[in-house]
């Protein structure tokens, strides 16, 4: 659907470069919910704005379903845009017209006929969820709703790409999570494919299938959003991690488990359908050793479960060895080192 | 010499109406040659839709250049222009002309001023949307400045009064030659007092009428 191939963008500021884009290359697939994480200043706005030209590449391409961006006349260029929605940060409402004339506003670019914009329109926030406020101006709503207009905006030229640059980093937990919903919803019930960017985790990890993580420009890392979480390959990508889910007891506890005496610690990462087996009791009952879990989670990660255990074994040294070499065989088992956290 | 007031009167409710006629005039060509120069300027800012070096720097030159020459010698320099465009350089269409270039400039200035003040995000949204830049000027830009852009052609008009006042001096009729002819030259306090408060009604009325027109589109 969207293809990067050996993208590049740097800015010229007075006598100094800024690279913001460092030869990305990746593909969103068409039904993708994709997300690109990274810190301030890691190029995502860029990278996104680079989608529908509003930024153009210093060096590679960009395809949107084949169609290579930069061959594109600046006529053509806004037949395209009219295809993908963009939805923003600070909403970037018109504060001078109404929720359905912000609605309405790309279909008069279009030159829809009147009647048809005014069932587009009906239908779009009906969908949104805010057909009682047709009739108010952007300043007269909460932030979610305001976000809720520039969804609803975004959807009405019937976009196949929706672009969504910070969308919910404006909001409050909970409003996220109803705008993160909706986008959901856009996915499956309209099958719009979705490229959003933000710097949280949890965004990423509640609504995306795939992800990139960006640092200085570059994508470090990418991948099935599952994958991605429950083996992270750089420290970026752990720190995004360890953010909504801390994996181990902070080193102040681990050190105090130590002082009293207590044993070695092992890590147990269980994914999918091994997180819902017995697998722990199964297999210290065959070796007979007993086993404390002393810190962990079990959650569900894009409807599969993933857990993370910190376990102590208690028995004899063999067993305990035996015990760890058979699960390392089934699961992810790995010794805490309490100088870590 | 006083002034007959029994008969004055009438010349005054004339001068009053050639007073709001050269305000009125300027004004709307101002608004329109202000209004475009305006949003040339802005739009060929760097990084703006119509982003143009040459154009821009042009545009700054020339305003930076004739804004700080005051009004009265203006009129002056632009008298041989004035006689060619107009034909006569006395009466209200001579004073018109060289009101409306000084206030193209100030229009220019004030338009360019509340355009900086919209939020560069909407217009990227727009654009997004894949408004062409004439869709922009006209569908964001205008809208959406719309209030303060009525507030300042209000502040325009009342300085329009006082240049109207100071055209009227030197040949250009209305409320400011009245004052000059009868008020100054032969000393009769009551004409100075009269075109006074009449300017000072005028002034208000135009402030009201902004004010009322801003709200109503402010919707505050
Ligand atoms: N128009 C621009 N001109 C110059 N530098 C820019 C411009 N846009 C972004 N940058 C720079 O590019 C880098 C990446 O910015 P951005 O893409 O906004 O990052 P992010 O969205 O990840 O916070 C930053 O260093 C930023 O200062
Ligand atoms: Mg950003």
Not at chain 1, 24 to 46: H, L, N, P, R, Y
């Amino acid at each position: 659907m969207i293809t990067f191939e050996n993208v590049s963008k740097t800015f010229v500021v007075g006598s100094k470069q800024v690279e913001a884009v460092k030869k990305v290359t990746f593909d969103v697939e068409e039904g993708d919910i994709f997300g690109i994480i990274g810190f301030s200043g890691a190029g995502k706005s860029t990278l996104i704005r680079l989608v529908n030209g509003l930024e153009r590449p210093t060096e590679g391409k960009i395809l949107i379903k084949k169609t290579p961006l930069h061959e594109l006349k600046p006529k053509q260029l806004r037949e395209v845009r009219r295809k993908i929605g963009m939805v923003f940060q600070n909403f970037n409402l018109f504060s001078s017209r109404t929720v359905e004339q912000n609605v309405e506003y790309p279909l008069k670019l279009s030159k829809v006929p009147k009647a048809e914009r005014n069932a587009k329109v009906k239908q779009l926030l009906q969908f949104v969820g805010l057909a009682d406020k047709a009739k108010s101006y952007p300043e007269q709503l909460s932030g979610g709703q305001k976000q809720r207009v520039g969804i609803a905006r975004a959807l009405a030229t019937d976009p196949e790409i929706l672009l969504c640059d910070e969308a919910t980093s404006a909001l409050d937990p909970n409003t996220t999570r109803d705008i993160l919903n909706l986008l959901q919803k856009v996915n499956r019930e309209l099958g719009i494919t979705i490229l959003l960017i933000t710097h949280e985790m949890q965004v990423i990890q509640s609504v995306c299938n795939r992800v990139a993580v960006m640092e200085t420009g570059e994508v470090i890392e990418q991948g099935e959003v599952f994958e991605t979480f429950t083996n992270p390959q750089h420290a970026t990508t752990k720190e995004f991690i360890s953010a909504t889910d801390q994996s181990l007891p902070s080193p102040q506890l681990l050190d105090e488990w130590r002082a009293k005496g207590g044993t070695d610690l092992y890590r147990i990462i269980f994914k999918g359908e091994r997180a819902s087996d017995p697998i722990l009791s199964t297999v210290t009952r065959k070796h007979q050793i007993d086993f404390n879990i002393i810190y962990g989670s079990i959650r569900e990660l894009q409807q599969q479960f993933f857990g993370n255990l910190v376990v102590s074994f208690e028995g004899k040294n063999d067993a305990v060895m035996a015990c760890i070499h058979e699960l390392k065989s089934i699961v992810d088992i790995e010794e805490v080192n309490t100088n870590e956290s | 010499m006083k002034v007959n007031w029994e008969t004055f009167w009438i010349r005054i409710v004339e001068a009053t109406g050639e007073t709001i006629t050269m305000v009125l005039g300027t004004l709307v060509f101002s608004s329109i040659i202000g209004m475009a120069l305006g949003i040339l300027l802005f739009t060929t800012r760097e990084g703006n839709i119509l982003e143009n070096r040459f154009i821009s720097a042009l545009l700054n030159f020339f305003i930076n250049i004739i804004r700080p020459i005051p009004f009265i010698i203006l009129l002056f320099v632009l008298s041989p222009v004035t006689r060619e465009v107009i034909g006569t350089t006395i009466g209200t269409a001579a004073a018109i002309f060289p009101m409306t270039i000084a206030a193209s400039f100030v229009v220019a200035r004030v338009v360019e001023n509340n355009l900086i003040s919209i939020d560069p995000g909407v217009i990227e949204a727009a654009e997004a949307m894949g408004a062409s830049p004439r869709q922009i000027i006209f569908t964001v830009l205008i809208p959406e400045a719309l209030g303060p852009l009525i507030l300042g052609l209000t502040f325009v008009t009342v300085g329009l009064i006082d240049f109207s006042a100071v055209a009227g001096t030197v040949g250009g009729g209305g409320l400011g030659h009245v004052a000059m002819t009868h008020g100054y030259q032969r000393f009769d306090s009551s004409v100075m007092f009269v075109t006074v408060v009449i300017l000072i009604i005028l002034v208000q009325l135009a402030q009201w009428i902004g004010n009322f027109l801003s709200k109503k589109v402010m919707r505050r």
